[in-house]
């Protein structure tokens, strides 16, 4: 079954413990990008990446790091997670050049205390 | 940034009633895309518009790409309880296509 896929689902943790969120997709999608929801906030983009090696910032990429070292992964790392990054965090891909329709993952709602 | 204005922000309707949602942006866009949200899940794709005053429909689903190129419309006919969840509208953010942005999403309510 073609999905991206996130890990974990749901995480807490505390402020400035390093953790990562997994992403995998498995359709072969050359473009891979990174979401936060929140509130009245709708979707914000944080990073995406165009192809393996190559990432750029969305609108608030601010505290997040990503890297795209296989074309199937596309991980996001918080360095020193902060209480203003507790979110519902989205993984998508999509086939490739141009608005091609998003595929996203389920989601990972994480807890900064 | 590109700002997408979406509107209502929510909607309590009754079940069978059709309801209409909007998105207008702040500049001219090549193209508009409609995702619903279902509670607990990430959003799906629900229509795809490329071109100014295109029609698309997808079952009950209508939506247009409006002549000004700086709107977009949802229609949802005779709706039912399944139809329950976030609509977003999206379109390219600054820089060009690699960066999609959102409106706030409209959150609909149907009562049975």
């Known amino acids: 079954e073609a999905q991206v896929t996130q890990n974990p689902r749901y995480l807490i943790t505390v402020t400035g413990k390093k953790l990562t969120v997994t992403c995998s997709q498995n359709?072969?999608?050359?473009?891979m990008s990174w979401y936060r929801q929140d509130p009245g906030l709708g979707l914000r983009q944080i990073y995406y990446s165009m192809n393996v090696e190559v990432t750029d910032k969305g609108d608030v990429p601010e505290g997040y790091k990503v890297s795209r070292k296989e074309k199937r992964n596309f991980p996001l790392i918080l360095e020193s997670p902060s209480p203003n990054q507790t979110s519902l965090y989205f993984c998508?891909?999509?086939?490739?050049?141009?608005?091609?329709?998003?595929?996203f993952g389920n989601g990972t709602r994480l807890t900064v205390t | 940034g590109q700002q997408l204005n979406q509107s209502p922000q929510s909607m309590f309707i009754q079940e069978g009633e059709d309801v209409s949602m909007n998105c207008t942006s702040s500049?001219?866009?090549?193209?508009w895309l409609w995702y619903k949200q279902d509670p607990g899940e990430g959003p799906v794709l629900l229509i795809a518009l490329y071109k100014a005053g295109e029609l698309t429909s997808n079952g009950r689903l209508t939506a247009q790409f409006g002549i000004t190129r700086k709107d977009s419309f949802l229609n949802i006919s005779a709706s039912i309880p399944s139809d329950v969840g976030i609509y977003f509208c999206a379109g390219p953010g600054q820089g060009g296509s690699e960066k999609l942005v959102f409106g706030k999403g409209t959150k609909l309510t149907v009562n049975p």
């Open positions: 998508a891909s999509s086939p490739g050049q141009g608005l091609m329709p998003l595929h």
């Open positions: 500049s001219i866009f090549n193209t």
């Open positions: 359709m072969n999608h050359e473009y």
